[in-house]
């Protein structure tokens, strides 16, 4: 006598479930996540810091009484950033401190009559307001190259 065996169809086993996702697809997405925050970051920082800088070069100028005092105080502050990249920046007089605020700077901002006014406005009796402001819009861009720059 055979015994006669009840055999059954093959079962598949269950599909796996979509959540959680194997390790492989958190690996992934942490490096998707790291490539688009990390940009992001890095320029909200640095804007930050441009917005800090612009901050400390118009508060200073702010606090000028004259356009005259404004003009020594702009000086001040680009002879301090200029420090950054030469050392001896702060002591250089007349042209070699105008080429040295046009270095790198194509074309030249400080070598006409605003560049004249920037180099002795401090010591004029009366510099004019607009022409002094005029000046502040390019000493202001400068500064904050040398700020950011390093």
């Known amino acids: 006598m055979l015994a006669t065996i009840v055999l059954r169809d093959i079962h598949q086993p269950a599909a796996p479930p979509w959540w959680p996702p194997a390790p492989g697809w958190w690996v992934l997405a942490c490096v998707v996540l790291a490539l688009v925050a990390v940009p992001w970051a890095l320029h909200a920082w640095r804007r930050r810091r441009r917005r800090r800088i612009e901050a400390l070069f118009d508060a200073s100028i ?23 990249h030469d050392a001896r920046a702060d002591r250089l007089q007349g042209d070699a401190w105008r080429e040295c605020l046009d270095k790198g700077v194509d074309p030249p901002r400080f070598d006409g009559h605003l560049g004249d006014l920037l180099l002795d406005g401090g010591f004029r009796p009366d510099p004019d307001p607009d022409q002094v402001a005029a000046v502040g819009r390019l000493a202001r861009i400068r500064f904050v190259e040398w700020m950011e720059s390093r």
Do not use: V, Y
């Open 62 to 84: 702010g606090q000028a009484a004259t356009p005259a005092d404004a003009l020594a105080a702009m000086s001040d502050l680009l002879r301090r950033a200029a420090r950054r």
